[in-house]
């Protein structure tokens, strides 16, 4: 079993920035391919980026250029770091495990095994 807890998150104005940890339980962190996923009030959850094993990111057009997904697996945490925020922005971030030995990130949500409970990441204008 993988425990998940987000940290971080909070209220910011737009321009501002923030960033989210995930600390992970487990021995095997460094096997996790991690994945962030956002979900606004009234909306569906939305991939945000994934990082694998070696350290390979991807993320959603949206948040290109904005957002940095890092991992320090002797911590055995994954972080997001978010800058230049926007209003749209505003959602309940969650951090995502996949036990995976490759080394390939993943998009869909379904795909991950572990979820975090959600930190609420709120931008003003």
């Known amino acids: 079993q993988v425990q998940l807890v987000e940290s971080g998150g909070g209220l910011v104005q737009a321009g501002g920035s923030l960033r989210l940890s995930c600390a992970a339980s487990g021995r095997t962190f460094s096997n996790y391919t991690m994945g962030w996923f956002r979900q606004a009030p009234g909306k569906e959850r939305d991939f945000v980026g994934t990082?694998?094993?070696?350290?390979?990111?991807y993320y959603t057009n949206s948040v290109k250029g904005r957002f940095t997904i890092s991992r320090d697996n002797p911590k055995n945490t994954v972080y997001l770091q978010m800058n230049s925020l926007e209003p749209e922005d505003t959602a309940v971030y969650y951090c995502a495990a996949k036990i995976y030995s490759g080394n390939v990130g993943f998009v869909r949500g379904q795909d991950y095994n572990y979820w975090g409970q959600g930190t609420q990441v709120t931008v003003s204008s």
């Open positions: 990082i694998t094993r070696s350290g390979w990111t």
